[in-house]
């Protein structure tokens, strides 16, 4: 049952998205203008996570929302699967995303991304990445927009510790914004590797923010560390994961 609902609802995103083609020849018409291309993006986010919800059951909770700031922030997050990517457009309304190259050869999807406009950054060419990530991400803040990253560069999984990137050092230097850690723990229910997605609540944490202007230590401890303490919370004690690999073992 289980993996009929994921193919279910891989069949409903595809037909979803086709819906989508009609408006995006109409904004193309009119000029891309961006506030309504960033409301048809959530519009299409929103059914996507209706669809999850409906279909295979996944829902989400949010801890801490007061204390997202008032003013343009830097997110950082930790990313264990594609729904944080999707639902962040919901949580955080006008985010700018930093989000990797590839994303934008999805069809529909990744032309409504490139004009919202999110940060596209080309990995592969890591001082250009670096200060088209900063360039686009002072542009997002002078909009009035707070930026989203995912520093560690990949999806992660539950069990293992969370590891940033150097990246997400110079941004915070460089953009000298109050920074929100958030812990995310998606992958129990949407799994990497495309594993059939599984029912549940996916609790998004909204960390304590960080002041700009911290040491590097102080900003690695006050964000990265945070955030994977945070985790620990769904992560199997080594007491537990004895007990479970004992009995196990026992005939």
């Not at 979803?16 to 291309?37: M, S």
């Not at 209706?50 to 997050?77: D, K, N, Q, W």
Request: with cysteine; glycine share 8%.
């Amino acid at each position: 049952m289980q993996h009929f609902r994921s193919v279910l609802f891989n069949v409903y995103w595809a037909a979803w998205t086709a819906l989508f083609v009609a408006p995006l020849a109409v904004l193309a018409l009119f000029g891309c203008p961006e506030r309504p291309i960033r409301a048809a993006t959530r519009a299409w986010s929103r059914g996507i996570l209706f669809g999850l919800h409906h279909i295979v059951g996944l829902t989400y909770v949010e801890e801490g929302r007061e204390r997202i700031p008032s003013e343009p922030c830097l997110i950082v997050a930790n990313h264990q699967s594609a729904w944080e990517t999707l639902a962040f457009l919901i949580l955080i309304p006008d985010v700018a995303i930093v989000a990797k190259r590839e994303l934008v050869t999805i069809p529909v999807v990744g032309w409504f991304l490139r004009r919202s406009p999110m940060i596209i950054i080309d990995r592969t060419n890591g001082s250009q990445a670096l200060r088209t990530m900063i360039d686009q991400s002072r542009e997002a803040i002078a909009q009035g927009r707070s930026v989203l990253m995912f520093p560690e560069g990949t999806r992660g999984e539950m069990g293992s510790p969370v590891q940033f990137k150097r990246g997400v050092e110079l941004l915070y230097a460089k953009l000298g914004l109050t920074v929100l850690p958030v812990a995310v723990n998606s992958g129990l229910f949407w799994p990497t590797g495309g594993g059939a997605k599984r029912p549940g609540t996916v609790v998004v944490h909204y960390l304590e923010p960080l002041k700009p202007g911290a040491a590097s230590g102080q900003f690695m401890s006050g964000t990265q560390d945070a955030i994977d303490r945070e985790l620990d919370r769904w992560r199997p004690s080594p007491a537990r994961q004895d007990s479970a690999e004992l009995s196990f073992q026992m005939p």
